[in-house]
């Protein structure tokens, strides 16, 4: 998920913006944040027929950087036999920050200590996000994954709340895993399932560190910085495991293509929709996060998912779509 990258970015399901203070910063670049929708004006502004294309535009936005986020982890499942899941986690941090260090050129002075702990921590949580989910998808299919993961950001969002009514979307969410285990996680590889969990803790920490780093950084300078630390730190073990492989031009061109699909690409789209499209919006949309996965997994990896996986699923995109929206109305209340 990128985080992803925060790919993975990203990515998230973006139930993680129901907590009120990340909210409009789910797998969106860390400077999504003090620049989102806020930032906006009212939609009565515009003319019915303008408010539609206005609505649809952003819209489209978000769907394509799921799209892009899911099948570039897809391409990089394909891409494990030369690399290993760590030499693609490397290969994909440490192309992106490069993308992001030329583009956006942050400055590295003026900053206090605790601003730059704030960007160490988002970029640990980036590594480590990006390594575990990486490890979950050798082994699992990525529909399943996925949807382990968002439990992550699922929870922290019912924590972050504090109301009775999210437990329900937590109960709703954990029936849709026990069915996913199929009555026990054996089936998926209990290893790989431990993963993605994990990897959703880490989501968590993204999300909170990513809110973080936008209050304390401009634009996505903060983004690059972290994804720098985050690469450095993925770097030892993607040389202890693919070696030479590292520098295979073919490699190379691969992991390029994965750090623009899974990192570079969607963070940018979401930043533009997150523009001019309100944050719950944009978390529903992102809900739809592991249903995207099963697609990419299904088409690219010919991963089948049986009816049980695929009602799964549906339960716990339903249940961060019910947090979001309770949030939203609450906080509209």
């Known amino acids: 998920m990128d985080s992803q990258a925060a790919g993975a970015a990203t990515a998230v399901t973006a139930a993680a913006v129901t907590a009120p203070e990340v909210t409009g910063v789910v797998t969106a670049p860390a400077g999504a944040a003090s620049g989102g929708p806020a930032s906006v004006g009212p939609a009565s502004a515009v003319p019915p027929a303008a408010g539609r294309s206005a609505r649809f535009g952003p819209v489209a936005l978000v769907v394509a950087g799921g799209l892009s986020v899911q099948f570039g982890s897809a391409i990089a499942v394909l891409l494990m036999p030369r690399a290993g899941a760590l030499g693609v986690v490397t290969l994909r941090l440490v192309l992106a920050a490069l993308v992001l260090l030329l583009v956006c050129r942050p400055k590295v002075r003026g900053y206090s200590r605790a601003d ?24 699992i299919p990525l529909g399943a994954a996925v949807t382990l993961e968002v439990l992550g950001p699922l929870i922290l969002s019912v924590v ?68 720098a630390f985050g690469a450095v730190l993925s ?12 520098l295979v031009p073919t490699t190379i061109a691969l992991g390029l293509g994965i750090a623009l699909l899974s990192s570079v690409l969607p963070y940018t789209l979401e930043l533009l929709a997150l523009r001019r499209l309100p944050a719950p919006t944009f978390a529903v949309l992102m809900s739809l996060e592991p249903a995207i996965a099963a697609a990419a997994g ?34 509209a209340a």
């Open 298 to 331: 299904f088409f690219v990896l010919h991963q089948a998912l049986s009816l049980t996986d695929g009602l799964a699923i549906a339960l716990v995109i339903a249940a961060s779509m019910g947090a979001v929206r309770t949030q939203t109305a609450a906080v």
């Open 116 to 139: 730059w702990g704030t960007v160490v921590a988002f970029g640990v949580a980036m590594a480590g996000m990006n390594i575990l989910f990486y490890q979950s998808v050798d082994r």
């Open 160 to 227: 972050a709340s504090r109301r009775l009514v999210n437990l329900l979307w937590a109960g709703l969410a954990l029936g849709g895993v026990a069915l996913l285990g199929g009555g026990g996680f054996d089936r998926l590889d209990p290893l790989g399932a431990g993963f993605a969990l994990a990897a959703g803790v880490m989501w968590a920490a993204y999300i909170v560190f990513s809110a973080r780093t936008g209050r304390r950084f401009p634009q996505a300078d903060g983004l690059a910085l972290a994804m």
């Open 235 to 246: 770097l030892p073990f993607g040389i202890a495991e693919a070696g030479d492989a590292l």
